[in-house]
């Protein structure tokens, strides 16, 4: 069956632009989470969605980054006026459900690099 | 405070034999859920076994088992006979809160390298 998957697989952008990363889910799965992971660090969580709603934003990082989820399927990450800090691998995971026992499946992530 | 520590920045291994990854964590919750992933070179996470906090057995999945000491709160990932293409960076995650919303926190990794 089909994973969860991410697009693009690669974005360079200026300083200063707008970028949407998207992630499309495991069908079925109501839980979703975005995570940043820097070269050689670990993962730092970002946001997560129930459904369409998003109980936990605490780990956005500045106001420059939103995400919206629709139809309680795919996701999209939005950051604006992108700063060379913001280079990262973001990625994406789906869970069944929030629950304590449920692992998460992830994307194969998006390379973002900010000139 | 670090929920999940991960000691071990980086680990060796001759092929063939077992290797253990370190693991400890902190949380005030009861009810909470443990587990390892694994990260090739090639960037995704997969997925390798799960322990829950009330689970007396410790878990098993093939060549990976997961020593839980719950008085210590450490969740040690063990691989036996280890592979060449166990190389790769581990992960060390929790999932605790209660309301029916756990958040993964991940641990910063540990590095395997498996000689020959």
């Known amino acids: 069956g089909a994973g969860v998957s991410q697009s693009p697989s690669n974005k360079v952008t200026e300083k200063g632009k707008d970028v949407e990363l998207r992630c499309d889910p495991i069908s079925g799965h109501t839980a979703l989470y975005w995570y940043r992971q820097s070269l050689g660090q670990g993962l730092e969580f970002l946001i997560y969605f129930q459904g369409n709603s998003a109980p936990d934003k605490s780990g956005l990082p500045s106001d420059r980054f939103s995400a919206e989820r629709t139809g309680g399927s795919v996701s999209t990450l939005t950051i604006q006026r992108t700063q060379q800090e913001d280079s990262a691998v973001y990625l994406c995971?789906?869970?069944?459900?929030?629950?304590?026992?449920?692992?998460?499946?992830f994307g194969p992530g998006t390379r973002l690099t900010v000139l | 405070a670090q929920k999940i520590t991960q000691t071990q920045p980086g680990m060796f291994v001759q092929e063939k034999e077992a290797v253990t990854l370190d693991c400890t964590y902190d949380?005030?919750?009861?009810?909470?859920?443990l587990f390892w992933y694994k990260q090739p070179s090639s960037g995704e996470m997969i997925f390798l076994i799960y322990q829950g906090s009330y689970d007396e057995q410790n878990a098993t999945e093939g060549r990976y088992s997961l020593n839980f000491q719950k008085a210590r709160k450490s969740a040690n990932l063990v691989i036996s006979a280890s592979q060449l293409g166990d190389s790769a960076m581990y992960f060390c995650a929790m999932r605790e809160g209660g309301g029916g919303s756990y958040i993964p926190t991940f641990g910063r990794g540990t590095s395997l390298i498996v000689h020959p």
């Open positions: 995971a789906s869970s069944q459900t929030s629950g304590r026992n449920n692992e998460q499946f």
């Open positions: 949380t005030s919750d009861q009810s909470y859920g």
